[in-house]
């Protein structure tokens, strides 16, 4: 589904986010361990502000797990606690209630200080649309809950989750839209998956992360597409992965449109193995 967000549903997601902040003690970012840069909101230190967080870098399965420590290091460099999950298999999830704790002790030591009864944490998940808000909510609910859809301002009776007795969770999450004016961020949202129905052209995305695996994984590459050498033209490239796999057109040509649809469905689907597409290192703009 492509999302398109107007300054409207953009200031309407912000004010439901910051509402919502009031019920809360903690904020759980959920971000996508492939693209933990690209799948931020840009908005996101502004909008929590001093919000207590805990980052989680989900679909870590579909991750370098290399890369994706390095993540965690980088978030806990500037005193932010993150995780690697995988919602989808449920790995990971016990370390958010943990984690959760560590990071309230002060509040709540202060709080039982004082005489407060000792209560659950209360948490609402944000993130930007496609990074697994509903697969997460349902995994630690244990059930299915109806997915708002990703349109703000869709609004429903607001329930809490119990997440064991610990931690309640708010059931619908905040939806926060990504940097979608960077094209690169654009780009990475795209050959991610995150964006499906892309309005970037397939054989710019197809080039795009052609390119990406020869700088990144040129091994990979090789193995896959069976070559000895990387191929200078990309469309030679082209030519010899059409030519493999039999992505032919009229008079035995060599159809483009196939190429590059196979090249971006083969790179979501994790053909070429688990793929981070930023690291910590290249200095991302933050
Ligand atoms: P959202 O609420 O934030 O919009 O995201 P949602 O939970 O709907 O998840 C988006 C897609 O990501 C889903 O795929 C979901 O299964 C998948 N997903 C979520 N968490 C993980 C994870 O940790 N690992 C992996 N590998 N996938 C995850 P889907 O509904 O099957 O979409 P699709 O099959 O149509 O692509």
């Known amino acids: 589904m492509t999302i398109q967000w107007f300054p409207g549903h953009m200031a309407?997601?912000?004010?439901?986010?910051?509402?919502?902040l009031k019920l809360v003690d903690i904020i759980i970012e959920l971000i996508d361990a492939r693209i933990p840069y690209s799948s931020r909101n840009p908005m996101i230190d502004e909008i929590i502000q001093h919000k207590p967080r805990l980052v989680l870098l989900n679909k870590a399965d579909m991750a370098d797990r290399e890369a994706t420590k390095k993540w965690i290091r980088h978030f806990a460099d500037k005193g932010v606690r993150a995780i690697a999950i995988n919602a989808q298999a449920g790995e990971g999830l016990k370390q958010i209630t943990a984690a959760s704790h560590e990071i309230l002790k002060e509040k709540f030591d202060r709080l039982k200080a004082k005489g407060v009864k000792p209560r659950a944490i209360r948490a609402m998940i944000v993130g930007i649309p496609n990074v697994g808000k509903s697969t997460l909510i349902n995994r630690l609910a244990k059930r299915n809950i109806a997915k708002t859809g990703n349109t703000p301002g869709v609004t429903k009776a607001q329930q809490w989750i119990k997440v064991g007795k610990e931690m309640e969770l708010l059931d619908t999450p905040g939806i926060l839209w990504p940097k979608f004016e960077d094209q690169v961020v654009g780009k990475k949202l795209a050959i991610t998956g995150a964006i499906k129905d892309t309005l970037l052209n397939l054989h710019d995305l197809a080039l795009y992360g052609l390119k990406f695996l020869e700088e990144k994984y040129p091994d990979r590459l090789q193995e896959r597409f069976k070559l000895t050498a990387l191929p200078e033209d990309p469309v030679e490239l082209f030519e010899h992965?059409?030519?493999?796999?039999?992505?032919?057109?009229?008079?035995?040509?060599?159809?483009?449109?196939k190429v590059a649809e196979l090249v971006v469905r083969e790179i979501r689907s994790e053909k070429f193995g688990p793929l981070t597409f930023e690291w910590p290192e290249e200095g991302l703009a933050e």
Not at 12 to 20: I, L
Not at 241 to 257: H, K, M, N, P, T
């Open 12 to 20: 309407k997601a912000r004010r439901e986010v910051t509402e919502k």
């Open 241 to 257: 992965i059409g030519r493999l796999r039999g992505a032919l057109g009229g008079g035995g040509l060599v159809d483009y449109d």
